[in-house]
T-cell receptor
Framework: EAEVAQSPRYKITEKSQAVAFWCDPI?????LYWYRQILGQGPELLVQ????????DSQLPKDRFSAERLKGVDSTLKIQPAELGDSAMYLC???????????FGPGTRLTVL | AQSVSQHNHHVILSEAASLELGCNYS??????LFWYVQYPGQHLQLLLK??????LVKGIKGFEAEFIKSKFSFNLRKPSVQWSDTAEYFC?????????FGKGTRLSVIA
């Protein structure tokens, strides 16, 4: 069964450092999502791509976060510089688009010290 | 902005007990509704979804949910829980906007 791949699974960094997360969606899925999930909360959307274009990044802290999906396939989410409050699980999901089901990857657990 | 409320933060049940987890949303228009589950150490996966039609939706592993439009609710039910149902359950709503998740309900099933 096809799955969304994410790496790394865990990342520990010091504040003010740069971090990057990678996501490979399920083949053929045009829509890709990055979510942030703080412990005890539900996932919150950071950015949504349709192919290589950003559809929604209204909740992305653009002063320090960036995301790209250059060829409309895999995607990278970057944080520079990382802050203590960025410690969270970063989830990637993909889907065929529209209101259909989203398929989630295992996530990257980020700890900022 | 639309919001999703899950009333129970942590539910503890004995095996074979019946389960009902509440979910209410704030959006008044046409909605698509989902329940996702996250088992310990695993990623989020879809339990069931409602787009239209029969308001009683059946999902995997014996779960079902009922959409009550007048109450803005989409409660999750299972007649008899098992130890393996221990997990975090998230209700989510899509209304022509990004998917909005509730804060989740942690279910612990004890023998």
């Amino acid at each position: 069964e096809a799955e969304v791949a994410q790496s790394p699974r865990y990342k520990i960094t010091e504040k003010s450092q740069a971090v990057a997360f990678w996501c490979d969606p399920i083949s053929g899925h045009a829509t890709l999502y990055w979510y942030r999930q703080i412990l005890g909360q539900g996932p919150e959307l950071l950015v949504q791509f349709q192919d290589e274009s950003v559809v929604d990044d209204s909740q992305l802290p653009k002063d320090r976060f960036s995301a790209e999906r250059l060829k409309g396939v895999d995607s990278t989410l970057k944080i520079q510089p990382a802050e203590l409050g960025d410690s969270a699980m970063y989830l990637c999901a993909s889907g065929p688009g529209g209101y259909n089901e989203q398929f989630f990857g295992p996530g990257t657990r980020l700890t900022v010290l | 902005a639309q919001s999703v409320s899950q009333h129970n933060h942590h539910v503890i049940l004995s095996e074979a007990a019946s389960l009902e987890l509440g979910c209410n949303y704030s959006y008044g228009g046409t909605v698509n509704l989902f329940w996702y589950v996250q088992y310990p150490g695993q990623h989020l996966q879809l339990l069931l979804k409602y787009f239209s039609g029969d308001p009683l939706v059946k999902g995997i592993k014996g779960f079902e949910a009922e959409f009550i439009k007048s109450k803005f609710s989409f409660n999750l039910r299972k007649p008899s829980v098992q130890w393996s149902d221990t997990a975090e359950y998230f209700c989510a709503v899509n209304a022509g906007t990004p998917l909005v998740f509730g804060k989740g309900t942690r279910l612990s099933v004890i023998a």
